[in-house]
């Protein structure tokens, strides 16, 4: 089972990947490519005060924001974290990471329970904070320290960025499933809600206590004393079921002793498939949008933060009326570059980051 996992967490990982290299090469803006912030069921949390209190969306979110954590929701209730076990990508790297781990250094770090349970706490320190944040400041808060966009978004723009993919990478190679254990936002909101699903992990009273359910369960759970599985840190990634020698734990639904045996592996694609049902159906009706209504016409800028790369070259530096040959020296830029060129376009050729040109612009604006 656990090899089915990885490999459908491959498939969510390699489609991230596409997501992202798409973007890059086709651009986004208008007429180009959705970003890859659009496809984050988080967006819709970040978003929402702000579409509630003004009815508009943050920059880089879209409907398909609201479609995915709709998804999320229904498939948790159902079945409980099954997103963070079979389907988050960052959660399938995260795994992978530790998987190679695992290949060189087999013993497990452990961390005392009383300590990972404080440690706990930090998701929804996290999810209170990037919610409130990217409320107040009417932007997408998070997105520069997010290892999700960082990694995915294959266009790392800062020492920033890099040093956020490496602590990603650190962590997941010393602790099992550690961001998501004690920082992810979206896994904070989706733990709270499996407390309610209609299917748990249940353990009966054949339980041998032989603790092989502790020692492989990712989340470091001391699975063998529990009775119902309540805790917001299960993934249902199953792998305790799976190893349990007298199948004393097994996926249940609360309200019903007719599916009190339900197949680990055929519980786990079904809600898999339930996910990507809501999905594809909302792409199908036509309602899926992965365009933000936010994105503006370069006519329309008024800050410098919102110069992207998709933009051109002669537009933005008309639009704020700077001396181009000013910025031009600033950047260190051929007076014979192609003014037709996008920013990023002209970026790549010449070795420096779309930030390059916001700061420059800005130092510049009012001279």
Request: positive net charge; proline residues 4%.
């Amino acid at each position: 089972m656990n090899k089915v996992r990885l490999g459908i967490q491959t498939v969510f990982i390699g489609l991230m990947f596409y997501i992202g290299y798409r973007h890059q090469i086709v651009g986004g803006g208008p007429s180009g490519a959705p970003p890859l912030d659009a496809y984050c069921p988080f967006g819709a949390l970040a978003t929402l005060p702000t579409y509630i209190t003004t009815s508009n969306f943050l920059q880089k979110t879209a409907s398909s924001n609201f479609w995915l954590m709709l998804a999320l929701i229904i498939t948790t209730l159902f079945a409980g974290a099954v997103f963070c076990g079979w389907i988050c990508p960052l959660g399938g790297l995260s795994d992978w990471f530790y998987k190679i781990r695992q290949k060189f250094f087999v013993r497990k770090i452990e961390i005392p329970p009383q300590t990972a349970k404080v440690l706990s706490y930090g998701r929804f320190i996290m999810l209170g904070g990037i919610v409130y944040f990217s409320w107040v400041l009417n932007r997408l808060w998070f997105e520069e320290y997010d290892p999700y966009k960082q990694i995915f978004h294959l266009n790392v723009e800062s020492i920033t960025g890099w040093l956020i993919i490496f602590g990603f990478v650190s962590i997941s190679l010393l602790v099992e499933r550690a961001w998501c254990r004690f920082l992810c936002p979206l896994g904070a909101f989706a733990g709270l809600i499996s407390r309610f699903s209609v299917f748990q992990i249940e353990r009966d009273q054949y339980c041998i206590n032989c603790k092989k359910c502790d020692r492989t369960c990712p989340s470091g759970i001391e699975v063998s004393q529990i009775t119902r599985m309540e805790d917001t840190s299960c993934s249902k990634c199953l792998q305790c079921v799976s190893v349990c020698p007298v199948k004393s734990l097994e996926v249940r639904a609360g309200f019903s002793s007719v599916l009190s045996k339900v197949k680990p592996l055929t519980f786990a694609l079904v809600s898999v498939a339930v996910f990507v049902g809501i999905v594809g159906a909302a792409q199908m009706s036509g309602f899926w949008n992965a365009k933000s209504p936010s994105i503006k016409a370069v006519a329309q800028l008024t800050s410098v933060s919102e110069i992207k790369g998709w933009m051109k070259w002669s537009e933005v530096i008309a639009v704020f009326g700077v001396n181009e040959e000013q910025i031009i020296t600033e950047l260190g830029l051929s007076e014979t570059l192609n003014r037709n060129k996008t920013i990023k376009e002209i970026g790549k050729e010449y070795g420096f980051s779309e930030e390059k040109v916001r700061q420059a612009i800005e130092k510049y604006r009012n001279h």
